[in-house]
């Protein structure tokens, strides 16, 4: 592995399971160290920080509900306390609700908006603060989805925090980039992680995906956690403002009838 991030602290968020914790050993077998953030599994966190300090790097656990503004501020002051500074963030926390629209309910819509959008929102302002007052450069690495531009019929909650991802990143490129950071999104297909348990489950939806994908396979977490080392790290430098897609070639798939 290349040495890219020694001397850097990462916080990826939603890191106790699949892409997430992905990313973390990732930066980590690379040097960074990780502020590994969990909702409500302390054991993958613990799992994800035993993997980290496997390769010699520092890493921090801490429980914080990215949709709690107190709890993503907590994140970023945690990262300076115990690991001096912050350099990297990854919001990757995300959860989506299966519903036809007329049956999205308030409470669940609020959940997956408060979780993808909201969450990276003031995360990355908290983020951006103190980088800002210390004259440093940075770098926001969001985990949006092909749902960023493609349809998902049923997801219509989960589709508008990832197309208002898009917004968001593009919109923080232009007002960061004179401060030295960059912000670009990373879109995953379809990856085999916790989310998808129950399309893994289910055979034929399975294997109709699967026919769509052009690379004839679903994504690991390490296919994504490759392209977001690449652009955490400094030969993305000149980067910014753009969502770079690991699918498999699902969005681009064209088949005569
Ligand atoms: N797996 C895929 O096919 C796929 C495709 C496109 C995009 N994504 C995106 O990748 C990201 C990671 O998903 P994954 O596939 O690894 O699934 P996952 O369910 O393993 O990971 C989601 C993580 O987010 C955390 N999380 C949920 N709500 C949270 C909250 N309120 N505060 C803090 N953390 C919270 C979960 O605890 C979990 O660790 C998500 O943003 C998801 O939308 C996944």
């Known amino acids: 592995m290349p040495d890219r991030f020694t001397g850097k602290v990462a916080i990826v968020t939603g890191s106790s399971s699949g892409i997430g914790q992905s990313i ?7 040097g960074a160290a990780v502020v590994i953030d969990y909702h409500s599994h302390p054991e993958g966190a613990n ?9 010699g ?5 801490v429980q914080a509900d990215v949709s709690s503004l107190a709890d993503t501020q907590n994140l970023v002051d ?3 306390i115990q690991l001096g500074g912050c350099d990297i963030l990854v919001n990757n926390a995300g959860v989506e609700k299966n519903a036809p629209f007329l049956e999205v309910t308030e409470k669940d819509y609020d959940m997956v908006l408060d979780t993808n959008l909201k969450g990276a ?8 603060k103190r980088l800002v007052a210390l004259q440093k450069p940075g770098r926001v690495i ?3 989805s092909v749902h960023e531009d493609m349809v998902f019929p049923n997801f219509a909650s989960y589709c508008a925090a990832k197309g208002g991802m ?6 923080l490129a232009m007002e960061l980039g004179p401060v030295g950071i960059t912000v670009n999104n990373v879109a995953p297909g379809a990856i085999n992680t916790p989310i998808n348990t129950a399309l893994l489950a289910d055979k034929p939806k399975l294997n109709a995906l699967l026919n769509n994908i052009p690379l004839g396979r679903l994504g690991s977490t390490d296919d994504v956690s490759a392209l977001v080392a690449f652009l955490a790290s400094d030969e993305a430098g000149y ?12 969005m681009r798939n064209y088949k005569e009838q």
Not at 166 to 171: A, K, V, Y
């Open 57 to 61: 790097s520092k890493a921090i656990t």
């Open 166 to 171: 898009r917004m968001l990143m593009r919109d």
């Open 24 to 30: 973390a050993i990732r930066l980590a077998s690379e």
């Open 142 to 144: 969001n985990i949006s």
């Open 47 to 55: 799992e994800t920080k035993a993997k980290v300090e496997a390769f």
């Open 239 to 250: 980067i910014t403002g753009s969502t770079y897609v690991v699918d498999g070639g699902l």
């Open 121 to 128: 929102f003031f995360l990355t302002q908290a983020f951006v």
């Open 78 to 80: 945690q990262a300076y």
